[in-house]
C-alpha cells in the first residue's frame, strides 16, 4: 500500500472511530449555510438505486423553526436546543419524477453517453411504475439511510458532531414544516454541531461474531 493510499485510510478510521452520538453542544458555534451547504454536498455522493437520490433535507436552524420542533422531539430537547441545527431527513415517494432531469444532467456534464440515458430511462420508468408504494417507501428508506450515514461522517471530517434521533412525532413533522406528509416520509433526525461533552464510547460486537465467510 503507497503513503497516500495508507493517509486515506488513516483519515478515514480517525473520522469513523471518532464519530460519538452527542446530545450536548457548545451554544455559541454556528455553522454557516456556506459550510453547511459543502457538508450536504459531500453527504449528497452517497449512492441510491438508479441514482434517484430520493432525498430531502429541512435545515432547522432559527429560533422559529427550533420551537416549531421542540414539541415534537419532546425526548431530545437538549439537542433541538443547543445544537447548530438540526436536519429533518425525509424520502420522497415522487422520486421517479427527477429520472429525467438527473440523467439528462448527466449527459449534459458527459457522465453519460445520450444512448445509454435512452435506454435506461424508459426501462427504469417501466420498472418503477409498476412498483408498490410499499416496496417503493422501503427502497428510498435505504437510499436516504445511506445519506443520512454519510452526512454524519462527512459532518465529522468538518470538525462537527451529530445524533441521529428517531424519537419524534413522524406523523406530524411534514406538516409541521409545510410538507405533503403522503409525499415525504421521514427518516430521522440529526442534530449538527460542536460538541460540549465527548459523548461516550460504545461496545462494538466483533467482526466474528456478525459476520460468515462462505
Do not use: C
Amino acid at each position: 500500500m503507497n503513503t497516500l493510499n495508507t493517509q486515506h485510510k488513516e483519515a478515514f478510521l480517525e473520522v469513523v472511530n471518532n464519530r460519538r452520538s452527542i446530545r450536548a453542544y457548545d451554544q455559541e458555534t454556528k455553522i454557516s449555510k456556506e459550510e453547511l451547504t459543502q457538508i450536504l454536498e459531500a453527504a449528497v455522493k452517497a449512492p441510491s438505486s438508479v441514482n434517484l437520490q430520493p432525498w430531502r433535507f429541512v435545515i432547522i436552524e432559527s429560533d422559529e423553526g427550533k420551537a416549531k420542533l421542540a414539541p415534537l422531539a419532546r425526548f431530545n430537547q437538549q439537542q433541538v436546543a443547543t445544537s447548530s441545527a438540526v436536519i429533518a431527513v425525509f424520502a420522497d415517494m415522487n422520486n421517479l419524477d427527477y429520472l429525467e432531469d438527473i440523467y439528462g444532467k448527466a449527459v449534459e456534464l458527459g457522465l453519460m453517453p445520450s444512448e445509454v440515458r435512452d435506454n435506461q430511462v424508459p426501462a427504469i420508468k417501466n420498472l418503477l411504475s409498476g412498483m408498490s408504494d410499499q416496496s417503493n417507501r422501503e427502497s428510498i428508506l435505504i437510499d436516504s439511510g445511506l445519506v443520512s450515514m454519510q452526512l454524519m461522517l462527512a459532518a465529522k471530517a468538518f470538525g462537527y458532531d451529530t445524533n441521529p434521533i428517531g424519537g419524534y412525532e413522524k406523523d406530524k413533522i411534514a406538516e409541521a414544516f409545510d410538507l405533503d406528509k403522503e409525499r415525504y416520509v421521514p427518516v430521522m433526525l440529526l442534530s449538527i454541531g460542536k460538541a460540549a461533552e465527548s459523548g461516550y464510547q460504545s461496545y462494538r460486537m466483533p467482526v466474528e461474531q456478525v459476520a460468515e465467510w462462505k
